[in-house]
């Protein structure tokens, strides 16, 4: 059964540093794409970033590219989104997504979400 | 960016209904288009790809259509547990946008 574990949400303030993790089971992590998903309260979906099998390709939301990192390690099944210079508008619930390919594609399935809240 | 637009914005419908909610992209996006169900409180779930294609385990009741910039999700005959809000995305190119969400409420 593929599991999807997002961890490391919680209140930081305006400029503050966070890193999610997104633990993978159920599957072989390194042959699929991740991918991060938010989804600020009480609105729609927005996509964040992503990450091939490998992690040798990266995409990122223009309204988080420069301050967004993701990465992966393949040995440990994570998928991480290292998030700094936070702002209010970053509030939101954070999916991690599995992708149908080692690269493009769309999701098939989601984690429960992790609660990152940027505020003083 | 391509942009996706969802109509209608909500419904209501009653059991057994047939529902039909529709999507258009800003630009061509051939067949690269998903369908996600979110209920209130939990994750967002996979329910069509490719336009058309059912994800594994979904109820055949589902079904999706479309090709370039116009698709459409139809819930033949509409259950209980079909209330939520519903959203379609674009995989032709980065950045993937999703629509504003379709809100199907049970009558």
């Known amino acids: 059964e593929v599991q999807l574990l997002e961890s490391g949400g919680g209140l930081v303030q305006p400029g503050g540093s966070l890193r999610l993790s997104c633990a993978a089971s159920?599957?072989?992590?390194?042959?699929?794409?991740v991918t991060w998903v938010r989804q600020a309260p009480g609105k729609g979906l927005e996509w964040v970033s992503g990450?091939?099998?490998?992690?040798?390709?990266?995409h990122y939301a223009d309204s988080v590219k420069g301050r967004f990192t993701i990465s992966r390690d393949n040995s440990k099944n994570t998928l991480y989104l290292q998030m700094s210079s936070l702002r209010a508008e970053d509030t939101a619930v954070y999916y991690c997504?599995?992708?149908?390919?080692?690269?493009?594609?769309?999701?098939?399935?989601w984690g429960q979400g992790t609660l990152v809240t940027v505020s003083s | 960016d391509i942009q996706m637009t969802q109509s209608p914005s909500s419904l209501s419908a009653s059991v057994g209904d047939r529902v039909t909610i529709t999507c258009r992209a800003s630009?061509?996006?051939?067949?690269?288009l998903a369908w996600f169900q979110q209920q209130p409180g939990k994750a967002p779930k996979s329910l069509i790809y490719?336009?058309?294609s059912l994800q594994s385990g979904v109820p055949s009741r589902f079904s999706g259509s479309g090709s370039g910039t116009d698709f459409t999700l139809t819930i033949s005959s509409l259950q209980p547990e079909d209330f939520g809000t519903y959203y379609c995305?674009?995989?032709?190119?980065?950045?993937?946008?999703f629509g504003g969400g379709t809100k199907v409420e049970i009558k």
């Open positions: 995305q674009q995989y032709n190119s980065f950045p993937l946008t």
């Open positions: 630009q061509g996006i051939s067949n690269y």
């Open positions: 490719a336009a058309s």
């Open positions: 990450i091939s099998g490998s992690g040798g390709s990266t």
């Open positions: 997504a599995k992708k149908i390919g080692a690269n493009g594609g769309t999701f098939d399935y």
């Open positions: 159920g599957f072989t992590f390194s042959n699929y794409a």
